[in-house]
């Protein structure tokens, strides 16, 4: 049974078209929702940690969004170079579980 | 200031031979993790360390071992390597824990043939 689902799993965009990523959980008792950047041949990057249902945290053209089941990364005016696969993780029992990811891709 | 160093970064196995992934971080971190990455799936832990001379199952740990002498180095063993550990491997590290983010090395691709 998956815990994390990221969608959609592609996202092709044109430069400056805004979008949003979706992860939804079922984990009970979240402890904590994370988003990283991973880029090809690469680790993943940490982004944001958000807590409790309403918390936003932003970065540059990233704004992240928690609700009480699931998380949305909004893009805003993306550029080529944010084309990466945006991942989404919830803690449990102190370990992070992942979700398959959503590749981006950005085109000029 | 190195972060996490993985190697090798690339590794073909023949089916039944061993190996050691090394990981080092030299940021003093006492969170160390060993996660895999298969296509179109997510990272699945495999083991965690909290700090030197513990250790711990994640996931998927069948086919792996680990050791945590000290706090720096947290190698990965491979045994009698089989086709199915063919993946992306990943090791990270934290100062306390999830919630203060992971950082990743780059990663070690195998390939058991």
């Known amino acids: 049974e998956d815990q994390v689902t990221q969608s959609p799993e592609a996202l092709r965009l044109q430069e400056g078209e805004s979008s949003s990523l979706n992860c939804s959980y079922t984990?009970?008792?979240?402890?904590?929702l994370f988003w990283y950047r991973q880029d090809p041949g690469k680790g993943p990057e940490f982004l944001f940690t958000l807590y409790s249902a309403g918390e936003e945290k932003e970065k540059e053209r990233l704004k992240a969004t928690l609700t009480k089941k699931e998380s949305f990364l909004h893009i805003t005016a993306p550029k080529p170079e944010d084309s990466a696969t945006y991942l989404c993780a919830v803690q449990l029992q102190g370990n992070l579980i992942f979700g398959k990811g959503t590749k981006l891709s950005v085109k000029p | 200031n190195a972060g996490v160093t993985q190697t090798p970064k690339f590794r073909i196995l023949k089916i039944g031979q061993s190996m050691t992934l090394q990981c080092a971080q030299d940021m003093n971190h006492n969170y160390m993790y060993w996660y895999r990455q298969d296509p179109g799936m997510g990272l699945k832990l495999i083991y965690y360390?909290?700090?030197?001379?513990?250790?711990d199952k994640g996931e998927v740990p069948n086919g792996y071992n680990v050791s945590r002498s000290t706090t720096e180095d947290f190698p990965l063993r491979l045994e009698l390597a089989a086709p199915s550990q063919t993946s992306v491997y990943f090791c990270?590290?934290?100062?306390?824990?999830?919630?203060?983010?992971?950082?990743f090395g780059s990663g070690t691709r195998l390939t058991v043939v």
């Open positions: 990270a590290s934290s100062p306390h824990g999830a919630n203060y983010g992971y950082t």
């Open positions: 360390s909290v700090g030197a001379g513990i250790t």
């Open positions: 984990v009970s008792g979240l402890r904590g």
